[in-house]
């Protein structure tokens, strides 16, 4: 995978070389995942975000069609060490993965997909209370730095099994007392015969930046361009009418993003609201707002913000 990855990677330098618009300067390049429900999820969110691009079959490359930037294809979780050691200007990748890897990156933005959390999973009936109870005993983990520094923190020594992957398996196999795995939905623990003893981290797929990156400019208008869709998918703006001896009522069901819009209506007594709300909490919003006697409230999507 390297020696394709360097061949591609020279093709790619020479061909920038070769192409008048592109001697101005270095692309700017994106570290996304190659395979997997993460990289279709990231290849929507660059597409939104108006980085389009088509991968040509297995290639580790793609440059974007409107934009001066290319991205590579790469396993989720090289993506922190070769985002700070420069092989690419930013990354899409897990911020578990992100902290495991102990790396120094700017972490630009969080994107709203992927969320998950680090647990320490014990059996269903063992009798631990205490991460103490753990002191002496073997614990599975493909995240050994996190583990590491959270025993450390508990003041708890155990025998560290490194795996990297299946971890939750190491119970019934008797390798492992205990293990340290994500949990997504927990149907991988409830078949495992397992329970959450304690979280250990809460993450979501973020984007990463290297701390030396040249295009700062271009870095920022990605980052700015991510920024609008995330905000979009995760609000949406609701409109309504309000009597306006309920507006302090209603600014306060709606506070908007940053604050509401309030419109006067011919009606004097009457006044309308704009405010964006947070999508999964927008029926419960409507059913306040109709509780304070709001009137024609009208949920309308966000495809795109600049805030
Ligand atoms: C991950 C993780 C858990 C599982 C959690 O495994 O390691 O095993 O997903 O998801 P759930 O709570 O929704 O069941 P993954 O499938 O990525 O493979 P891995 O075991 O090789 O890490």
Redesign the pocket.
């Known amino acids: 995978m390297w020696l394709q990855f360097n061949v591609e990677f020279h093709a790619s330098r020479e061909s920038m070389k070769n192409s008048k618009s592109e001697d101005a300067g270095r692309l700017l390049r994106i570290g996304i995942p190659s395979k997997g429900r993460l990289s279709e999820v990231v290849a929507e969110l660059l597409h939104d975000a108006g980085l389009s691009f088509r991968r040509v079959s297995r290639s580790l490359f793609a440059r974007c069609r409107d934009v001066p930037v290319e991205i590579v294809f790469l396993r989720t979780d090289d993506i922190p060490i070769l985002t700070a050691e420069g092989a690419i200007d930013l990354g899409i990748t897990g911020a578990d993965l992100v902290a495991e890897a102990g790396v120094d990156l700017i972490e630009r933005l969080s994107l709203g997909v992927g969320s998950?959390r680090l647990a320490l999973c014990v059996p269903d009936h063992a009798e631990i209370v205490s991460p103490k109870d753990l002191h002496g005993r073997r614990v599975a983990t493909?995240f050994p730095k996190i583990t590491r520094d959270w025993l450390a923190q508990h003041g708890v020594e155990v025998h560290l099994v490194e795996l990297s992957?299946?971890?939750?398996i190491m119970v019934s196999l008797d390798v492992a007392d205990a293990v340290v795995?994500?949990?997504?939905?927990?149907?991988?623990?409830a078949a495992n015969r397992l329970r959450v003893f304690e979280d250990i981290g809460c993450y979501e797929t973020v984007l990463v930046q290297n701390k030396a990156v040249v295009d700062t400019n271009m870095a920022d208008r990605i980052v700015r361009r991510l920024q609008g869709v995330v905000i979009a998918r995760t609000w949406t703006l609701l409109e309504y009418n309000v009597p306006r001896s309920r507006l302090a009522e209603a600014e306060n069901i709606t506070p908007g993003f940053n604050s509401p819009t309030v419109s006067a209506l011919e009606e004097t007594s009457w006044c309308s609201v704009r405010a964006m709300v947070r999508r999964n909490e927008t029926h419960e919003i409507m059913e306040k707002l109709e509780l304070i006697g709001a009137s024609a409230i009208i949920e309308t999507d966000i495809s795109n913000c600049r805030l």
Do not use: K, Y
């Open positions: 998950c493909s992957g299946s971890v939750e795995d994500l949990v997504e939905t927990g149907s991988t623990l």
